[in-house]
């Protein structure tokens, strides 16, 4: 029995939720994978969305037919592009922990899910929810912001410390950008703090290259004496970068980036979707 690419793709039929199921499905066809979408029912959405519904039986009917159009419309849209299959779940929790044991349970390889962006950022770095699963997931997370509406990507721009792992993580970058035809420039941002010179960078720039078997790789040293999180947004607007790729491992550049002090100062790099690779 064939093992595809399994996408998992959480819904609150919000408009940044549906920007999220366009990205999963596009990205579905280029992996030929099985995509889910999946809801965590709550009470108070169902009263929001079946108010003045007289054919709504009841809020699980309303919810699960909701589900199922979106579904439909995926198929018929991508299964023809090489999207394998797409169902829809719908499961009783919290809606964190139920999104995560489901993923690991049934051994998603990625998480597509949306954020409201800029507003919510502010409020804790990438949205509530977001942000919870990007923390506490074992598995690879693909956030969408609101505003952020599917293209091609041009540019994947990932953001490196030059770890140990990133030999393997950028793989997956290659992967992703292969299907299309997409540059992808690694950054490293170095801080007053923390500094890298250009000597340096070409001896990890030397030990990172066996590992990487596509053309389109760039390699960029970036020096800024603030916050390296606002040396990056500076990178990504003159670069014009479409995905912002970062590998998240405890005590490293994620968390020292992403930060509520620092989301205050910026708004571009919240504006675009942002890879979280969670396994190397």
Request: glycine letters at 4%; charged letters at 30%; aromatic letters at 10%.
């Amino acid at each position: 029995m064939a093992n595809y690419f399994k996408i998992l793709c959480p819904t609150d039929f919000s408009e940044c939720s549906l920007n999220a199921i366009e990205y999963a499905a596009k990205l579905g066809e280029k992996y030929g994978a099985d995509l889910i979408l999946f809801h965590v029912p709550d009470r108070e959405d169902y009263q929001k969305l079946s108010a003045g519904d007289s054919k709504a039986l009841d809020q699980y009917a309303f919810i699960q037919k909701k589900l199922d159009n979106l579904v439909k419309t995926v198929q018929e849209e991508s299964t023809s592009k090489g999207l394998h299959s797409c169902k829809a779940v719908i499961l009783e929790g919290k809606a964190v922990k139920t999104i995560l044991t489901y993923a690991e349970e049934n051994q998603i390889d990625l998480i597509v899910m949306g954020t409201e962006g800029v507003n919510e950022f502010k409020q804790n770095y990438i949205g509530t929810r977001s942000s919870k699963v990007v923390e506490r997931s074992e598995i690879d997370v693909l956030i969408i912001p609101r505003r952020v509406y599917f293209k091609p990507p041009r540019k994947f721009v990932y953001a490196t410390d030059y770890l140990e792992e990133d030999k393997i993580a950028i793989q997956k970058v290659v992967e992703m950008a292969k299907f299309f035809n997409s540059e992808i420039d690694m950054v490293h941002v170095s801080s007053k703090e923390k500094t890298i010179d250009r000597g340096l960078h070409q001896l990890m720039i030397q030990e990172i290259e066996p590992f990487i078997k596509y053309d389109k790789v760039n390699y960029v040293l970036k020096s800024y004496r603030d916050e390296p999180g606002l040396g990056l947004e500076n990178y990504l607007i003159t670069a014009k970068g479409d995905i912002l790729v970062t590998l998240s491992k405890k005590k490293t550049w994620f968390e020292q980036v992403f930060t509520k002090n620092l989301s205050r100062k910026m708004s571009y790099f919240i504006n675009k979707p942002l890879l979280v690779l969670k396994r190397a």
